[in-house]
């Protein structure tokens, strides 16, 4: 499965933007899909999973301003990002975690001004 991911750019302190994750295939068989990201001279943080029963985990960092979805039936998997500040600049990868082998995409970059 090839997973490319897209939405981002710059946007103020307090804005909003939304990523969206378009997978090769169905991933209605993959139990989570996950959203990190990479800030630079930082490694790559799991910042939101989505489980496939409904559940959701974040990090302490984003929790109750970004909001991760999935749609099984568009292999798409979603990031809400509101209320974002400078430390969110980044570059944002979705994949499901370790057992999962998927190769990491480009990622989309996210750039928040103050």
């Known amino acids: 499965v090839q997973l490319q991911a897209s939405g981002g750019g710059l946007v103020q302190a307090g804005g909003s933007l939304r990523l969206s994750c378009v997978a090769s295939?169905?991933?209605?068989?993959?139990?989570?899909m996950a959203w990190y990201r990479q800030a630079p001279g930082k490694q790559r943080q799991l910042i939101a999973e989505?489980?496939?029963?409904?559940?959701?985990n974040y990090a302490d960092s984003v929790k109750g301003r970004f909001t991760i979805s999935r749609d099984n039936a568009y292999n798409s998997v979603y990031l809400q990002m509101d209320n974002l500040k400078p430390d969110d600049t980044a570059v944002y990868y979705c994949?499901?975690?370790?057992?999962?082998?998927?190769?990491w995409g480009p990622g989309t970059q996210v750039t928040v001004s103050s």
């Open positions: 994949n499901s975690p370790p057992p999962s082998r998927i190769p």
């Open positions: 989505a489980i496939r029963d409904g559940r959701t």
């Open positions: 295939r169905s991933i209605f068989s993959i139990d989570i």
